[in-house]
């Protein structure tokens, strides 16, 4: 969770004083009716195709390995591998889709996304099933965006193990890969109530130089995860978090020689202190208005140091206060009801400064005078979209240097946020980049085949080649041409064969 520092007036704020950081008033709580995502206009093609193969004909191929577009090429899925590629296919009859003016691309992958996290559940005061019903929702929301493959750098085993397996048995999802376990410090990142709220109940425990770090990685193997996750931010825009003592960090180092450590840290002090523990990647970057450290960019390109891009969170945060994106159709049509209920409810954004203030506050700093002041902990637009800008100078930077980058947006992020929408960041993630003057042809290697090779699994994913699995997207623009946005032209997403139209990935069984 990042935050600028606004530069709002101070007004006398005490919406909590008495009653503290729980569940707050004036929000709207989870019924049988909000726990659903928003019909489509009667004009949404709403088709879903049978089984796991798939004749596609007549497309612009990008097929994701770098090599130019192919006009006129049919694809042919089978059982949910790509049979095979090239024009005019001679194919026996499998369920078509004439793609005739489409791009089709590989299936686009999200490499931060917290799909245990609902936005808002804290502020609302969800409960346990009111949580698992938007996860399930949420994970509909990414292929409805053409994310196929998502990886949650943070996530409790209950609940990885529960959504895994209720795409299983047929619930529509992406493939979810996981970091496992999450290590934090006693007290520090993601420990208190309000950053884990109900859709955190069930989560990591802290560590400290007591704490036997191979239980939790016995716990954590069934997840069969790529990676551990750890913290070691000691705050936003205070510090007001403790961090690992020495000697919990020389363990935690030690884990690192036999385990891939995913380090979340935000500025360039905390990349030094990461870099200390050879970490596999970098989970943020670039997200201040600083520039990156050359000694750090050094040892980035030295190691090859994967960096997962998170530039959007100012400008989603912002969201929250400003609700920029009400008037947008195509976020309303991929956000569960019930969180576009919270996000754009009028009460919605002085319930966030009390919370965000409550989060951020330095100790020294009592809670009632942290809520009386809490626009002060408050984005601004201005100053989000300086931070944004920085960010993608950042992802050029590394791009310029040789470094290893993937794209995340961190949605979900802490589920007192209202606005880092499942499916919805990762497009906005790369429509910031694009804006941001990153070139569009790493964007796109950014979210297919770097990820799938950071994650291991190039023989299968990321790119569109014979032998490997049938995860596509067809859109009406192309991106290369026309930028990110046109990746909201979105048509069709084919997961594992299966084909469907956004429409129906968001609501049909």
């Known amino acids: 969770m990042t935050h600028a520092v606004g530069s709002r007036p101070i007004c006398a704020l005490l919406l909590c004083t008495a009653a503290g950081c729980g569940p707050l008033r004036d929000l709207p709580s989870a019924t049988p009716a909000n726990l659903a995502l928003p019909a489509p206009s009667a004009d949404t093609p709403h088709i879903a195709l049978p089984g796991h193969s798939v004749v596609i004909r007549n497309a612009s191929l990008i097929d994701g390995t770098g090599a130019p577009a192919r006009a006129g090429i049919d694809v042919w899925v089978e059982d949910g591998i790509i049979h095979a590629i090239g024009a005019d296919l001679e194919t026996p009859e499998r369920p078509t889709i004439d793609a005739t003016g489409l791009t089709l691309m590989p299936g686009l992958i999200t490499s931060h996304a917290h799909v245990q996290s609902v936005p808002g559940s804290t502020l609302r005061g969800d409960d346990q099933p009111a949580v698992e019903a938007q996860q399930l929702l949420q994970l509909r929301a990414h292929l409805a965006s053409g994310f196929t493959t998502v990886l949650d750098p943070a996530i409790g085993p209950k609940t990885a193990t529960r959504l895994r397996a209720e795409m299983k048995a047929g619930a529509p999802g992406p493939e979810l890969f996981v970091l496992a376990p999450f290590l934090t410090p006693v007290d520090g990142y993601m420990t208190s109530a309000e950053m884990r709220g109900t859709a955190f109940a069930e989560f990591w425990p802290a560590i400290d130089a007591e704490t036997e770090l191979s239980a939790l990685f016995e716990v954590a193997e069934p997840l069969q995860p790529v990676g ?29 020689r036999s385990h891939r450590l995913f380090v979340h840290s935000i500025s360039n002090e905390e990349h030094r202190r990461a870099l200390e523990l050879e970490p596999y990647a970098l989970v943020h970057i670039g997200l201040w208005d600083e520039s990156i450290a050359p000694d750090v960019l050094a040892t980035l390109k030295e190691r090859q140091t994967w960096v997962i891009s998170t530039i959007t969170l100012n400008h989603l945060g912002t969201w929250g206060w400003d609700a920029a994106f009400a008037d947008d159709p195509w976020v309303r049509q991929r956000v569960p009801v019930l969180q576009w209920q919270t996000a754009t409810h009028p009460a919605a954004p002085d319930h966030l400064n009390v919370i965000t203030s409550e989060m951020m506050r330095p100790w ?54 209202t606005t880092y929408f499942h499916g919805v960041a990762s497009q906005i993630e790369l429509e910031q980049l694009d804006a941001g003057g990153v070139d569009r042809e790493a964007i796109l290697a950014a979210c297919t085949r770097r990820p799938a090779r950071m994650l291991e699994v190039s023989d299968r994913l990321g790119t569109v080649e014979l032998g490997k699995e049938g995860d596509l997207i067809l859109v009406e623009e192309d991106p290369l041409k026309h930028g990110m946005v046109a990746l909201r032209s979105l048509r069709w997403t084919v997961r594992n064969g299966e084909a469907r139209t956004p429409a129906a990935w968001l609501q049909d069984p």
């Open 228 to 256: 551990v996750k750890v913290a070691i931010e000691d705050g936003v825009l205070f510090p007001n978090l403790p961090v690992f003592d020495d000697p919990t960090f020389e363990k935690v180092k030690e884990a690192g």
């Open 364 to 417: 020294w700093i009592p809670a009632w005078m942290a809520r009386a002041g809490a626009p002060l902990f408050t984005p601004t637009a201005a100053k989000s979209a300086e931070i944004t800008r920085s960010g993608a100078e950042a992802i050029q930077a590394l791009e310029a240097a040789g470094v290893p980058w993937v794209v995340g947006a961190d949605e979900g992020n802490a589920p007192a946020y």
